[in-house]
């Protein structure tokens, strides 16, 4: 189902297919947009004590420590969530290439569907690999459908104006940046207010997502063709491109000027700005000097006709290598500062902050003497139940030395 045909950029949200790709991309996104926000709170509401080898512990049991063992945990499978948000961009565009992108589309609403009505089946079991690798799987999806959407739309609208109706389309992502963080949140606060336990909390989340995603899936399946009557005739995609060369070859011109203003401001080796006639010839000696050409339009001459000059720009190779590897470095620059950054928020995403454990006994301030705890024993032992319930809680807390004596004192000092 590829175009052969363009569809200019006013008219392509008239057409139906326009508004069901956007709801396709919509739904898909509102989907994987919810469980990254979720992430690493539902890992540990769901598991809890499980992921530390305590299996019979629940999520409100656990200690200060426990939690942000299990919040370390929960960070990490964040990252790995957004490692296959990475893979998911390379491995389904190019599945898109031999499948189609409508396929593809089918691929994800459909195993998606199934992922997400298991969850719940496999948090009740306990299996934290089928768990993770089903959220891994559709975390791939989700970055997938952003990388194979720019395709989708040059199949069915040409590529003339795809840009343009792409950042058009993007406003579906803005939406399910909304209802996908929504109804997950929404639903989650609301089963807490009913009670539901935070193991079961997200169990009518994924229900309810696998129903945004048959949506996705109808609207898929709806697409058709582009109606004849949308399609751009031959002479007006001449007519525009024809338009659009000649306002790039202005201006490139003027780029090329700054360019050598700025690279004589910087006494850099510049050879000049060049004007010559259009010739083979002149292009091939050009490009053994390393120099930047451009064919541009140029006066009409007295004798009637009009021919294209060259505007050669060169400047020494040696500065622009130094450009190259400036450019290159800076994209390394940016990309290491972007993976810092998801990391960074990765283990910012906790359900608690980690709060030490609270104090169970006063340390003792003194030393008590021989005198004063056989005064203290002696008063004991006229409620020996009492100094029996306190000796039980001072072994079950593992208090010693003094301390101990200090607890039982105040503990026989209690009503």
């Known amino acids: 189902m590829i175009s052969q045909y363009n569809v200019h ?46 299996p019979d512990i629940g999520f409100n049991a656990l200690s200060g420590e426990q939690k942000a063992a299990i919040a370390a945990i929960a960070a990490g499978f964040t990252g790995l969530l957004s490692l296959f948000n990475i893979g998911g961009r390379f491995f389904w565009a190019s599945l898109s290439d031999h499948i189609g992108r409508k396929a593809t589309y089918y691929c994800f609403f459909l195993l998606a569907i199934a992922l997400y009505a298991l969850a719940p089946t496999f948090a009740s079991m306990g299996s934290k690999l089928l768990f993770v690798g089903a959220f891994c799987i559709i975390l791939s999806m989700y970055g997938g459908g952003f990388a194979t959407v720019p395709a989708y739309l040059a199949d069915m609208f040409g590529t003339q104006f795809v840009g343009a109706i792409h950042g058009r389309l993007l406003t579906a992502w803005s939406t399910a940046g909304i209802i996908g963080p929504v109804v997950v949140n929404y639903i989650r606060e609301f089963q807490l207010a009913a009670g539901v336990p935070r193991d079961q909390l997200y169990n009518t989340t994924m229900y309810i997502l696998c129903a945004m995603l048959i949506v996705g899936l109808i609207c898929n399946y709806l697409i058709k063709p582009v ?53 083979m010839g002149c292009l091939d000696h050009a490009a053994e000097r390393g120099e930047d050409l451009l064919i541009g339009p140029s006066r009409r001459p007295r004798d009637g006709t009009t021919r294209p000059a060259v505007f050669a720009l060169a400047i020494n190779q040696r500065n622009q290598t130094r450009g190259f590897l400036m450019l290159r470095t800076t994209v390394c620059l940016a990309a290491m500062l972007l993976v810092a950054g998801s990391l960074h928020t990765a283990s910012a995403q906790t359900t608690a902050p980690a709060t030490p454990a609270p104090a169970t006994a006063k340390p003792s301030k003194m030393k008590l003497t021989a005198d004063r705890l056989k005064e203290m024993k002696a008063k004991w032992s ?19 030395g003094d301390d101990r004596w200090f607890y039982i004192e105040d503990c026989m000092g209690k009503t």
């Open 9 to 54: 950029l006013n008219d392509a949200h008239k057409t139906p297919q326009f508004w069901m790709i956007w709801i396709v991309l919509c739904m898909n996104v509102s989907a994987g947009i919810g469980v990254i926000g979720m992430a690493s709170p539902m890992l540990q509401e769901i598991f809890a004590g499980k992921l530390i080898g305590l």
């Open 227 to 279: 109606n004849p009557k949308w399609h751009m005739s031959q002479a007006d995609v001449a007519k525009l491109q024809a338009g659009l060369g000649q306002y790039s070859c202005c201006l490139a011109v003027r780029v090329l000027r700054h360019r050598l203003r700025r690279s004589r401001c910087e006494s850099r080796d510049v050879l000049g700005l060049r004007r010559r006639a259009a010739g």
């Open 382 to 400: 006229q409620n020996k139940s009492k100094l029996a319930s306190c000796r039980k809680e001072v072994k079950s807390k593992g208090l010693a």
